[in-house]
């Protein structure tokens, strides 16, 4: 990609794990990047990286999760960068823990950071997509946003809502030239369990949940030795932003695909049973 074509992607979350991978996988392939994350210091790694390959990433202190912050300084970044050409709204983290254990208050949170820092970008860069009738917006949400696993119901819910209200977007802005993606990872190595956050009443006495929660860990555990290199992500995310015609939903993982297709195709008890058997038993 030549200088003239060099386009401007903005992503968020990019202090680690999906985002910081593609981050530096756009940049080596031309983009010019604005990486986001809410302090500094999250975004040194990837500073120090930059400019040790000499990549065209440009960090920036950005809390999604502010009106005021995200009115103060995206302006500013448009400005700077005579507008963006793809948003990935990759920020987000996990709430984790039985759906009778989950408080109002833990649940705000999560769809805070999940679904409204999401919604709070998109508005903010939309005006100068649609003025130009052209951009890419690329939600990234999770297996999760289809098929949700025990205990990850908070999670699952914000990644639910951001699939639909990307759904109804996609088809308001086809017409205006601006393309909206989602893209539904399976398990990659991330950041995003080591900042999950159990709620509080996870392992309250007077809640049936133990015996469960003690399976769940020893299951999860195993699976996450398959955990596999976010950069994979990124090239989809890489391909979803290229195409002039991107598809809608980019599911990522053979895991993510056949639990996919398992929970559309199998019958509801049959995919329920081998779900719990999974993780449960």
């Known amino acids: 990609m030549s200088r003239g074509e060099q386009k401007t992607?903005?992503?968020?979350?990019?202090?680690?794990?999906?985002?910081?991978?593609?981050?530096?996988?756009?940049?080596?392939?031309?983009?010019?990047?604005?990486?986001?994350?809410?302090s500094d210091d999250r975004l040194a790694a990837l500073k120090s990286l930059a400019s040790e390959r000499q990549l065209p990433i440009s960090t920036v202190v950005m809390d999604v999760n502010s009106d005021e912050a995200v009115n103060s300084v995206l302006p500013e970044v448009l400005a700077e960068h005579g507008g963006v050409d793809a948003l990935v709204n990759n920020a987000g983290?996990?709430?984790?823990?039985?759906?009778?254990?989950?408080?109002?208050?833990?649940?705000?949170?999560?769809?805070?950071?999940?679904?409204?820092?999401?919604?709070?970008?998109?508005?903010?860069?939309?005006?100068?997509m649609t003025e130009r009738g052209s951009g890419t917006i690329v939600n990234v949400t999770s297996v999760e946003g289809k098929i949700v696993t025990p205990f990850n119901g908070g999670y699952g819910a914000t990644k639910f809502a951001l699939e639909g209200l990307s759904e109804a977007m996609r088809l308001e802005l086809w017409p205006l030239g601006v393309r909206v993606v989602v893209i539904e990872p399976g398990l990659y190595s991330t950041n995003l369990?080591?900042?999950?956050?159990?709620?509080?009443?996870?392992?309250?006495?007077?809640l049936p949940?133990?015996?469960?929660?003690?399976?769940?860990?020893?299951?999860?555990?195993?699976?996450?030795?398959?955990?596999?290199?976010?950069?994979?992500?990124?090239?989809?995310?890489?391909?979803?932003?290229?195409?002039?015609?991107?598809?809608?939903?980019?599911?990522?993982?053979?895991?993510?695909?056949?639990?996919?297709?398992?929970?559309?195709?199998?019958?509801?008890?049959?995919?329920q049973t081998l779900l719990s058997r999974a993780l449960l038993r």
């Open 193 to 206: 369990f080591s900042n999950q956050v159990v709620a509080e009443r996870t392992e309250a006495s007077d």
């Open 209 to 271: 949940y133990g015996p469960l929660l003690a399976r769940y860990r020893k299951h999860r555990a195993g699976y996450d030795r398959f955990a596999k290199n976010p950069v994979k992500v990124a090239r989809v995310i890489h391909r979803a932003i290229r195409s002039r015609r991107p598809r809608f939903r980019y599911t990522v993982g053979a895991e993510a695909t056949l639990g996919i297709l398992a929970s559309r195709y199998l019958p509801e008890r049959v995919f």
């Open 9 to 38: 992607v903005l992503i968020t979350g990019a202090s680690g794990g999906i985002g910081m991978a593609t981050a530096i996988y756009l940049a080596e392939k031309g983009y010019s990047v604005v990486a986001t994350s809410r």
């Open 93 to 128: 983290y996990s709430l984790w823990g039985p759906g009778e254990s989950l408080s109002i208050d833990e649940l705000r949170d999560v769809f805070e950071t999940n679904f409204y820092a999401a919604f709070r970008m998109m508005q903010g860069v939309l005006p100068g």
